[in-house]
């Protein structure tokens, strides 16, 4: 697991070295691709969804007002204003705020509470990365129904043709397409508000909405209807955690300018044009989204709506990518095998796996439920839990860390929490609908989260039983131990004692090499740490030295070029006379106390199947000894 950091452990800024105009632009490719694509189906899904509504001008205003105010509160204000301060060395999402939090904050009575709402958090997003590329995109090519019913018959196999081509296009990276992603939203919005302004000309009444009178008069009206129609309303807003999460690729202030300038004006412009096209035709609710646009343009629009939503499923695989590989730093998840896709770039890596385990999850999804209106019932849960979880995270945030004044923090507190509360509440009415499938996703991936990290606790317990004090050791080897010329780093999670690989090999080859390194390679709860506070050296004594190697949660470890870069500290390590000793642990699972049978078992079947050692530090494959153990949990 991460150890506390100091407070000056990591880089203050790793944001690109642009100007805030072109930062802002791509943030419109990568952060606002799934809240961009909501107009697809929000509002269609509020009256023609699992709980069907009439289309009535009070409950058209009632909505749109509903939307709007949403926008406002919850994006702009809680997301935008606030969470965005909220961020680790400039890093934001569930891990970066849970590690925000444990590192400042000490221990303390609800930290373990806390720890499991952020790793569930984490769950919850895996069920949201798997059905917004369904959703987007069946949405999207669904728009050639609006041109001709017989289109109907070619949309699932389309959307499964784009969905494949997306996945597998993956191992080459996003650098090149990336650049231009940028620019297609920023067509793509302002598409959206030249329809929606068109319409509100025709229709201007429904510039009404915007007060909240009209939401406030709907829910009193028919305060069951409109319960039940929140579950598809809070779609408007889905994307709005990526905009805290993907602060590390943009910065704050571009995000800002992005969302304040373009996206939310746009979207709402786009909201209201739907909604006037409500008042004046309501048998539009078939698809307000693509009907909202003039005969000769809707072609154009499936193709433009399409080329949006696998932009928008692009920044949800990348960002499953990053919060895996955070998983991983923190001792959340197995070792998996990590590419990186660009040489210039390190945010943009490439995890084999994850694609393919998504993409199955995204093609079944879409053979499941067949259209977007049924997978709408499955989304949903899994955004409105993790913004409920956020909530109860910023609450220690304003009182803990920021030291609001207790009210203020109470009162901004419990708007937030009611809100995200009926929002999440609303969700799970659709729970047989299809709601349960995201939910599902989070108790599997929460199961194998918290059973890898305690696993892994218990496994360091159990292998320090073994371990021999330091001066026991080095009095030992002082005196009959053969010595040889060479250097063996021994890679131990232990930064105490002496590891039993060492203890193993001695015992077995009756020899000791002339220069000796215990190696950690410790993960601070910081996303990146300077290169200067990198390497720690403590002599031992006898040739033996400890060597602790630091490294950030959204750092990959490189153990050789980190040792070459700090030989002053080390020493030389010459390549043909140096050996790297890894551990492979064989886990038994046994009645001894600790986890339940059943997922001692998960957790041997997960160390089996993780990667090695040697390919996660970047080890080279010839100077590498594997040394196997048995350890009994």
Wanted: aromatic share 10%; net charge positive; charged share 15%.
């Amino acid at each position: 697991m991460a150890e506390a950091a100091v407070p000056d452990a990591s880089s203050p800024d790793h944001h690109p070295k642009q100007s805030t105009a072109w930062l802002a632009l791509g943030a419109l490719g990568v952060v606002f691709g799934d809240i961009g694509t909501s107009p697809l189906y929000a509002l269609h899904e509020s009256f023609a969804g699992h709980h069907q509504m009439p289309v009535e001008a009070m409950r058209v205003m009632g909505v749109v007002s509903i939307i709007f105010w949403t926008m406002l509160l919850v994006v702009t204000f809680k997301y935008v204003t606030i969470m965005m301060r909220a961020d680790n060395k400039g890093e934001g999402g569930s891990l970066s705020l849970l590690a925000l939090i444990s590192r400042n904050s000490g221990p303390g009575r609800w930290t373990a509470g806390l720890t499991v709402l952020g790793v569930f958090a984490t769950a919850l997003f895996f069920g949201d990365a798997m059905i917004t590329p369904a959703v987007s995109v069946l949405s999207a090519v669904e728009g050639l129904e609006v041109l001709s019913p017989g289109f109907a018959r070619y949309v699932l196999p389309v959307s499964i043709a784009i969905l494949v081509g997306l996945f597998m296009i993956q191992s080459r990276g996003t650098e090149r397409v990336g650049a231009i992603f940028g620019p297609i939203m920023l067509v793509y919005f302002a598409v959206l508000a030249v329809l929606g302004l068109l319409a509100i000309l025709q229709t201007p009444d429904i510039l009404l909405s915007l007060s909240p009178v009209y939401g406030a008069r709907f829910i009193a009206s028919d305060p069951g209807t409109a319960f039940l129609a929140l579950g598809s309303i809070v779609l408007a807003v889905t994307g709005a955690e990526t905009l805290y999460a993907d602060m590390s690729h943009f910065g704050r202030r571009p995000i800002r300018m992005a969302w304040l300038i373009v996206a939310f004006p746009t979207l709402m412009l786009n909201y209201l044009g739907q909604g006037a096209l409500l008042l004046a035709n309501p048998a539009a609710i078939e698809s307000p989204f693509y009907l909202l646009a003039p005969d000769a343009w809707r072609p154009a629009m499936v193709i433009l709506a399409t080329v949006a939503t696998v932009i928008a499923s692009q920044a949800v695989i990348t960002g499953a990518f990053s919060v895996m590989r955070q998983a991983v730093q923190l001792g959340l998840f197995p070792r998996l095998h990590v590419l990186h896709t660009s040489a210039r770039a390190e945010g943009q890596i490439y995890l084999p796996l994850v694609n393919w385990a998504l993409l199955c999850a995204v093609v079944l999804l879409v053979l499941s439920f067949k259209t977007s209106s049924n997978l709408a019932s499955a989304y949903g849960i899994a955004v409105t839990g993790t913004m409920l979880i956020t909530t109860v995270m910023l609450a220690v945030v304003l009182t803990r860390l920021w030291h609001w004044p207790k009210p203020l923090a109470a009162a901004l507190i419990f708007v937030f929490a009611t809100v995200d509360g009926v929002y999440f509440a609303s969700n799970l009415t659709k729970f047989t609908d299809g709601g349960w499938f995201p939910l599902l996703v989070a108790a599997v991936a929460f199961t194998m989260l918290t059973t890898w990290a305690k696993g892994r606790t218990l496994i360091r317990k159990r292998l320090a039983e073994g371990n021999m004090p330091v001066e026991i050791f080095v009095q030992s080897v002082s005196k009959d131990v053969h010595r040889v010329r060479g250097t063996a780093i021994y890679l131990t999670a232990q930064s105490e004692g002496i590891p039993p690989s060492l203890l193993h090999n001695l015992k077995h080859n009756q020899v000791l090499h002339e220069h000796v390194i215990l190696l950690t390679v410790s993960v601070l709860n910081v996303p990146w740490v300077k290169e200067h506070d990198r390497v720690s050296v403590d002599e031992l004594g006898c040739g033996l030295k400890r060597v602790i190697l630091r490294y950030g949660f959204s750092e990959d470890p490189d153990i050789p070029a980190a040792l070459a870069l700090a030989k002053d500290k080390v020493g030389p390590l010459p390549p043909m006379s140096t050996s790297y000793f890894i551990s492979r642990q064989t886990v038994i699972a046994s009645a001894r106390p600790g986890m339940a049978l059943w997922r001692e078992k998960l957790f041997g079947w997960m160390v089996r199947n993780s990667a090695t050692a040697m390919e996660f530090f970047k080890l080279p494959a010839n100077r590498v000894v594997e040394l196997g153990s048995q350890v009994q949990i």
